[in-house]
């Protein structure tokens, strides 16, 4: 998610999860590959697995793009057919690309023809007039038909005469049941469900029901405890479950080496006001990162003190 699942967010988020993918902000491939912007892949090796999204609709552009992608060693390469902005549109790559899925197959197919790696597809159920009946099975025939076997669909349309990327978020609405006739119609297609997902519980739902896989974006990032602590044990099979107040311990030499290196601790604490939310102290310790990590000397300690809040208000809880 653009501006939000920044290398810092994903190296939190893996503190919370081994097992679930996650993926980088979109990046698109004329940056890479005709500004040059490589410093845009720069990632740690600790936040695997972890796939690039790209966008565009140059095949052979994003053929390169996607090469330089496996060379940072990514392990999937995403193409981005769901992003609404007005940016994007005038760039003729995202949502826009829904009325064009020959040129979509065409990207993929050039795109998986250069790299080893999976190449994946998001998309919407459509765009502005399209039925997304008829346009989502067209869509998904032909990125199958080049090849495609992973997709996840974000399960309303994008409105891309008069929305804003917000309101496309929010108010064309759901259609999870069409998301789910995909699975018949497309039995080997790997496909994962977005849009309006707030709940471990609503995940396995979808996966009982028979989906493949399932994509959750806000509520992952807004309260990232509720979703990825619990995520190895119950979606993945694992044994174990982990904590916001361990993912913070090890938040602390992370932030350390980013400092180091030039770094600010806001870059780093910003992702990480959510990870308390709803529990006694939640307010302080989102009270304590706000407020001091902008400091010129803000450090690990700010965040030791902001967590103490959280550590005190289990010891009062237990203690009464
Ligand atoms: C701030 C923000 C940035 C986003 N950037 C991207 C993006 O770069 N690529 C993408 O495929 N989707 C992007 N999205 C859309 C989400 O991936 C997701 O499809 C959408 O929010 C619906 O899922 P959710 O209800 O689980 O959030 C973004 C969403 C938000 C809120």
């Given at each position: 998610m653009m501006d939000w699942t920044d290398r810092h967010c994903r190296y939190l988020h893996r503190q919370l999860s081994q097992h679930a993918l996650l993926y980088t902000e979109m990046v698109t491939s004329a940056a890479l590959v005709?500004?040059?912007?490589?410093?845009?892949?720069?990632?740690?090796?600790?936040?695997?697995p972890v796939a690039l999204q790209l966008g565009g609709s140059d095949p052979q552009e994003l053929a390169q793009a996607a090469i330089l992608g496996e060379q940072a060693g990514y392990r999937e390469i995403n193409l981005n057919v769901g992003c609404p902005s007005d940016r994007v549109q005038s760039g003729c790559f995202?949502?826009?690309?829904m009325q064009q899925p020959a040129l979509v197959a065409r990207c993929f197919g050039a795109m998986q023809s250069a790299v080893s790696v999976p190449v994946t597809v998001k998309c919407r159920?459509?765009?502005?007039?399209?039925d997304p009946e008829v346009a989502l099975p067209e869509f998904l025939a032909h990125i199958v038909a080049a090849g495609c076997e992973r997709v996840a669909i974000h399960a309303r349309k994008a409105?891309?005469?008069?929305?804003s990327p917000k309101e496309n978020r929010d108010i064309p609405p759901l259609d999870y049941p069409l998301v789910m006739r995909m699975k018949e119609y497309f039995p080997n297609l790997h496909i994962s469900i977005n849009g309006g997902i707030t709940s471990l519980d609503q995940a396995q739902a979808f996966l009982d029901a028979g989906l493949d896989g399932v994509m959750i974006g806000r509520t992952a990032y807004h309260n990232p405890a509720a979703i990825l602590c619990d995520a190895d044990r119950r979606i993945f099979g694992a044994h174990t479950a982990t904590t916001p107040q361990d993912a913070v311990l090890q938040m602390l030499p992370y932030i350390e080496a980013h400092l180091s290196a030039g770094g600010k601790l806001g870059q780093v604490t910003r992702h990480m006001l959510?990870?308390?939310?709803?529990?006694?102290g939640a307010r302080a310790w989102r009270r304590i990162l706000s407020e001091g990590a902008h400091k010129p000397d803000a450090g690990p300690e700010l965040v030791r003190e902001a967590l103490d809040q959280i550590l005190q208000h289990d010891l009062e809880r237990h203690a009464g």
């Open positions: 005709r500004g040059g912007a490589v410093h845009l892949l720069a990632y740690s090796q600790q936040e695997h995202g949502a826009v690309l159920i459509g765009v502005d007039d399209q409105w891309l005469a008069g929305l959510g990870l308390f939310t709803g529990r006694p």
